[in-house]
C-alpha cells in the first residue's frame, strides 16, 4: 500500500522560506509524474506544482517564481522550495501523484504565514 508523508510546514513570516518534503513508499516513485497541492481553510484543494518524470515542472500563476518542486528517484522524496511566501500561501501542503487517478492522501504538512 502506497504511504506519503509530507513534513517541513511551519510558521513563517511574510518573504520568508521553508522547505517541503514529501516521502513515496510502496510504489516505483519514479514511474509517476508527482505534484504539491494545497488546501487553504475554507477553500478546495488546489494543485500548486508538478514535476514529471523526465524533471520537467509546471507551475500555477500563483506560485510561479517563487516556488521551485525537485525530486530525488533515489530517495523516493519529492521537494517544494517555497521562496517569498506571502499570506495567501498559507494551507496545508500535499503531495500526490499527478494524473486522473491519486494515491491515498497523506495528513499533509501545515504552512502559515503570519507577521
Known amino acids: 500500500q502506497v504511504q506519503i508523508v509530507e513534513s517541513g510546514g511551519g510558521l513563517v513570516q511574510p518573504g520568508g522560506s521553508l522547505r517541503l518534503s514529501c516521502v513515496v513508499s510502496?510504489?516505483?516513485?519514479?514511474?509517476?509524474?508527482m505534484a504539491w497541492y494545497r488546501q487553504a481553510p475554507g477553500k478546495q484543494r488546489e494543485l500548486v506544482a508538478i514535476?514529471?518524470?523526465?524533471?520537467?515542472?509546471n507551475y500555477k500563476d500563483p506560485v510561479q517564481g517563487r516556488f521551485t518542486i525537485s525530486r530525488d528517484n533515489a530517495e523516493n522524496t519529492v521537494y517544494l522550495q517555497m521562496n517569498s511566501l506571502k499570506f495567501e500561501d498559507t494551507a496545508v501542503y500535499y503531495c500526490?501523484?499527478?494524473?486522473?487517478?491519486?494515491?491515498?492522501w497523506g495528513q499533509g504538512t501545515q504552512v502559515t504565514v503570519s507577521s
Open positions: 510502496g510504489t516505483i516513485f519514479s514511474d509517476y509524474a
Open positions: 500526490n501523484r499527478f494524473g486522473p487517478t491519486q494515491f491515498n
Open positions: 514535476i514529471f518524470r523526465a524533471g520537467d515542472t
